[in-house]
Structure formats: C-alpha cells, structure tokens
C-alpha cells in the first residue's frame, strides 16, 4: 500500500471544529454523531447506511479500546482525474485501474496529551504510514493529513486532528469498491493493533 502523511497546520488552512452547528449551505453535511457514546447512531449516517465497509470501520474506530474517534467521513466514485492521479502513483496501467472509489474519515485522538501535541501526533502518523506501507495492497492508497482541530465535548480543547484518506483502483466498479473495502479494513485494524499502538 502506497502510505504517505503531510501537515496542513498554516493559518489559511481550515480548521476541525467538533461539534460543529450545521450549514444551511451545506445541508449534506449533517450534526456531530458521538459514535462512543452512542454506537448505534450509526444509521443516522448515510454514509455508512450506504457503504458498509465503511460502517464497520466506524464501528471499530469508535470502539473502547480504539486510540481514536471519528468525526465526519465519506465516500465516493474517483473521478477520472483522480483515478489518473493514482494510476500514476501505484504504477499501474489502464487496465488495472479502469475505475476507483475512495474515502475519508476524520479522526482525534482521545488521549488528551496526544491530541494537543503536533510532535506526538507527528510520530504517530509517520509510524502508521510506515507500517501500513507494509500493507500487501498494491492498488491502493493511505493519505493522512495532519490539521488544527478545536474539540468542546467536556469542555473547550485546542489540538491536532487528522483525515485518514483511503483510495483504491480496479479494473471495474465492483473489483475498485472491492479493493476499497479491503485496504480499509486492513488500516481500521492496524491502527486498533498493539504493532501501532505499542511500536
């Protein structure tokens, strides 16, 4: 699996905000669901009611002995732009990667001393990259992107939050959505793993 993380920490870059007021703009983006505290609020996703590759690995993210928690996802078609992109980066050809599918979490950290330290987090990310590079996954993608996230469940915190990133390719629709479940699964699983959580 091709694994790579950046940081998009500037001042014009945007900021994760949970919970979050809903946008009258954007009324796809629906309110916060605190998926720890209310694990079967899942079918208030459409996301997840319609991926369930993606539903189980918010489950699994959400879960007690999870490091993390979840905040926004989705899931889509690549587009042929996109699709192009990733051709190039796996190194495949055309037939390999007719069509793609790809998706996103965000997710934070719940221990407190991780989610407002940069360095922590930083060393985190280079070591999920590193070992899901050792993924056995090579039509697919992980992406994480290292953001300023503003957190007010308890009370008002200040850190670090990341969007987990997963693209796949395949030589159709059904083999592309395919690939796409199992290199998610296999990522929801390492970063639940004691090889990540305790390298």
Not at 22 to 51: S, T, V
Not at 156 to 185: M, Q
Request: glycine letters at 4%.
């Amino acid at each position: 699996m091709l694994s790579e993380w950046s940081a998009e920490c500037s001042s014009d870059d945007p900021i994760l905000v949970v919970p979050w007021d809903p946008d009258p703009n954007h009324p796809n983006i629906g309110q916060f669901i605190d998926l720890r505290r209310n694990p079967y609020d899942l079918d208030q996703i459409p996301e997840a009611e319609l991926h369930p590759p993606l539903m189980q690995a918010l489950r699994a993210l959400n879960a007690p002995r999870s490091p993390v928690f979840t905040a926004k996802c989705d899931a889509w078609p690549l587009d042929a732009e996109a699709r192009a992109a990733l051709q190039f980066e796996l190194g495949l050809n055309q037939e390999q990667s007719a069509h793609g599918f790809a998706s996103y979490i965000d997710l934070l950290w719940r221990e407190r001393t991780i989610f407002v330290s940069f360095h922590q987090q930083e060393q985190r990310l280079t070591r999920l990259t590193r070992l899901s590079g050792q993924l056995d996954h090579p039509d697919a993608a992980l992406e994480c992107i290292l953001r300023p996230a503003f957190l007010d469940l308890t009370g008002p915190r200040e850190g670090f939050a990341f969007t987990l990133y997963v693209k796949s390719l395949g030589t159709d629709v059904a083999h592309a959505y395919e690939n796409w479940s199992r290199a998610i699964e296999a990522v929801t699983s390492l970063l639940r793993s004691k090889d990540f959580s305790g390298a």
